[in-house]
């Protein structure tokens, strides 16, 4: 899988200290209207055994197993509302 990051999200993982993280469906899900997932940034390992592990640029990028992307790339932008912004992930394939 090929993934991309959208300008400055690099920057603020590394400012965040954020060497590795998982990608999930978070606790609302995603959102069909936008097309933007809910992205989880931790610290440490999620259980492996329910993500893919990729190493990116130096990042270890753990995604869930049943997460879908079209033309099988993902990449991980910044996500506003009003006067937040937070990590979010474009290109998850809703067909499947």
């Known amino acids: 899988m090929k993934i991309e990051f959208d300008k400055g ?10 060497k590795s993280f998982h990608i999930d469906h978070g606790l609302q899900g995603c959102c069909g209207v936008s097309g933007i997932c809910e992205l989880e940034v931790t610290k440490g390992v999620p259980d492996t055994g329910s993500y893919r592990m990729f190493q990116v640029d130096g990042f270890d990028i753990y995604v869930n197993n049943m997460l879908k992307f079209k033309d099988d790339t ?8 009003l ?10 394939d809703y067909s499947e």
């Open 9 to 18: 999200v690099k920057e603020y993982l590394l400012k965040k200290d954020m």
């Open 74 to 81: 993902m990449k991980i932008v910044f996500s506003s509302f």
């Open 83 to 92: 006067f937040s912004k937070k990590l979010a992930v474009d290109g998850y």
